[in-house]
Nanobody
Framework: QVQLVESGGGLVQAGGSLRLSCAASGSIFPITVMGWYRQAPGNERELVASITRGGSATYVDRVKGRFTISRDNAKNTVYLQMNSLKPEDTTVYYC???????????WGQGIQVTVSS
């Protein structure tokens, strides 16, 4: 059973920065893809960014150039550096991880990011 614990959310003014962290534990097999999703009330959960174990990253178009995803495989930790934050980035962010040999996606509990205008 993989547990994901997120940290680093909070309140920031528009144009500011936040760095989210997510640490995975309890994994017997290697964690393959890690990512960040977000979900606003009434909307579906959407992928913000993901990164493979080898460091290949993908982003949703509206965060490209502002957000950077990275990971530390030794620590089973993924980060999301969020710069030039906008009020529309306000929502709950979820960490997700895939484990080698498993079709299940593991989720963190979610962390609130609020950007004031």
């Amino acid at each position: 059973q993989v547990q994901l614990v997120e940290s680093g959310g909070g309140l920031v003014q528009a144009g500011g920065s936040l760095r989210l962290s997510c640490a995975a534990s309890g994994s017997i097999f290697p964690i393959t893809v890690m990512g960040w999703y977000r979900q606003a009330p009434g909307n579906e959960r959407e992928l913000v960014a993901s990164i493979t174990r080898g460091g290949s990253a993908t982003y949703v178009d509206r965060v490209k150039g502002r957000f950077t995803i990275s990971r530390d495989n030794a620590k089973n930790t993924v980060y999301l550096q969020m710069n030039s934050l906008k009020p529309e980035d306000t929502t709950v962010y979820y960490c997700a991880a895939d484990q080698y040999g498993s079709a299940r996606k593991y989720w963190g509990q979610g962390i609130q990011v609020t950007v004031s205008s």
